[in-house]
């Protein structure tokens, strides 16, 4: 008899359980032979290769999604940034400048910062000629819209704003920040020409950045590939974006003040 019937007839002449002492005992006499269980039915072996193969293919989808989330995230370029470091390829000289050391020698205050927002670019600069009565000025990119948009997948800053909409905004800033009683029609005129040129070749070259934690690497390359010019940034939060924009409004509040004082002068 198997285990189980040896169990029903020992229950029926005892009327209890058999202790495990009892049970061991009538099996070594060898009452009962052990149950034997079913064999377990083996896998074919291309069930074992399909199920490998998806296991690995699982894992490979895994790996390349938590890859792809990574570097979506390590290429958010969203927050304030401030210039630290600045240098281009001149032309005339055949060789690489440090702006940022050429600003230094000449006396010139310069700060530049990056806000981003939702991936689009806003760009702040003004610099003070410490040499002649802390002559301020602010750059037009300060005040037109938003020209770029951060492309992460790429790493670009991809241009956001057409022709017809940066000269809007070009000849509003040169309305308000450099048309005086001196200034001619013709010179406002060539201006407005010299902007449009310039809006072409931003056009035609390439803006790619690199993040690398609190670090922002801007490079920007001509129509021809080249590598013309290099910007570090630094992220910066709290007080020190606070300081920042102080800082700006101020210069454009100088800014202003000398261009309503020119206005007011006689000739």
Do not use: C
Not at 31 to 41: C, G, H, I, L
Not at 151 to 179: C, G, P, V
Not at 215 to 228: A, D, M, S
């Amino acid at each position: 008899m198997n285990q189980n019937e040896w169990l029903n007839q020992f229950r029926s002449v005892n009327g209890r359980e058999p202790s495990q002492e009892e049970l061991q005992a009538a099996f070594q006499r060898g009452e009962f032979s052990q149950t034997v269980p079913a064999a377990k039915r083996k896998m074919k072996t291309s069930t074992i290769v399909i199920i490998s193969v998806i296991s690995i293919l699982a894992a490979l989808l895994l790996i390349a999604g938590g890859g792809t989330v990574y570097y979506y995230v390590s290429g958010n370029a969203d927050g304030v940034w401030e210039n630290t470091y600045s240098y281009y390829y001149s032309s005339k000289k055949h060789r690489w400048v440090s702006a940022t050391r050429e600003n230094k020698q000449n006396n010139f205050e310069d700060e530049t910062f990056l806000d981003i927002k939702k991936n689009s670019v806003k760009t702040y600069s003004y610099y003070v000629a410490k040499n002649s009565e802390d002559f301020t000025s602010t750059s037009s990119y300060s005040h037109i819209r938003s020209m770029y948009k951060t492309n992460i997948w790429q790493r670009k800053f991809d241009l956001s704003i057409t022709q017809a909409e940066y000269m809007k905004d070009i000849r509003k800033y040169i309305n308000n920040f450099f048309k005086t009683q001196y200034t001619s029609d013709q010179d406002l005129k060539e201006l407005q020409d010299n902007y449009k040129k310039t809006y072409k070749e931003i056009k035609k070259g390439k803006v790619t950045y690199q993040r690398k934690g609190k670090q922002l690497i801007v490079k920007t390359y001509n129509k021809k590939g080249r590598l013309i010019e290099q910007d570090v940034y630094i992220k910066r939060t709290g007080k020190a974006v606070t300081k920042l924009y102080h800082n700006y409004r101020k210069a454009e509040k100088a800014e202003r003040a000398r261009l309503d004082k020119l206005n007011a002068m006689s000739y």
